[in-house]
């Protein structure tokens, strides 16, 4: 059976967590999809433009894997795509309860698209976006926890 995958979230920016979670899937799907959202209530801080482009940079190479954006409704976007399943990563206990709220919301949105969970490797399970951007603001080496696209592209924008 052919199993399309959407991976969707703000990817502000990508990080190495992410991208192990795109590389597990690539092993287990024929295609991956990574939507990044445009407005997820979060004011962002690489533009949509950027942060699809610094995703395509880091992904490329990753077989079946592709890169988009959208700006529609998740479950539309996915049956636009003909994704069966919708992938999302756990890293801890507590990314559980929002995940769970997600998954449930959009299966009452369509019953057909599954949501499916992946865990990173233990080195990445404590990597967020938004500790890397922090870090990178104050100086801090962001270089394990992102790829070098992304590193330097943090280390241009904040200057
Ligand atoms: N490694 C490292 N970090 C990870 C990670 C991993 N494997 N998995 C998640 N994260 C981090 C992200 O970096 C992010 O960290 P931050 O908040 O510190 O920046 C956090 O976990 C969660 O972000 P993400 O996975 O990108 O999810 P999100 O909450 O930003 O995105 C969408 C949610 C995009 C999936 C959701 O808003 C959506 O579907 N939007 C489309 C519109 C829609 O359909 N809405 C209704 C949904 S029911």
């Known amino acids: 059976m052919q199993t399309i995958a959407i991976y969707p979230g703000t990817f ?27 407005n997820t209530g979060k004011s962002p801080f690489f533009t949509w433009e950027e942060r699809v482009e610094l995703a395509r940079e880091a992904l490329a190479g990753i077989p079946g894997v592709e890169v988009q954006g959208f700006e529609i409704l998740l479950v539309e976007f996915a049956r636009q795509c003909k994704a069966q399943v ?9 990314d559980f309860e929002y995940e769970f709220q997600l998954a ?15 865990t990173p490797a233990e080195q990445y399970s404590f ?16 270089d394990a926890f992102v790829p070098p696209n992304v590193a330097a592209a943090l280390k241009q924008r904040i200057g």
């Open 12 to 38: 502000d920016p990508i990080t190495n967590g992410h991208s192990d979670l795109v590389q597990r899937a690539s092993r287990l799907c024929t295609k991956t999809i990574v939507a990044v959202a445009r």
């Open 86 to 94: 919708i992938l999302r990563g756990l890293r801890a206990v507590s």
């Open 104 to 118: 449930s919301m959009n299966r009452h949105l369509n019953a057909e698209i599954e949501t499916v969970f992946l």
């Open 127 to 142: 990597i967020s976006s938004s500790l890397v951007r922090e870090i990178a603001r104050l100086g801090g080496d962001i």
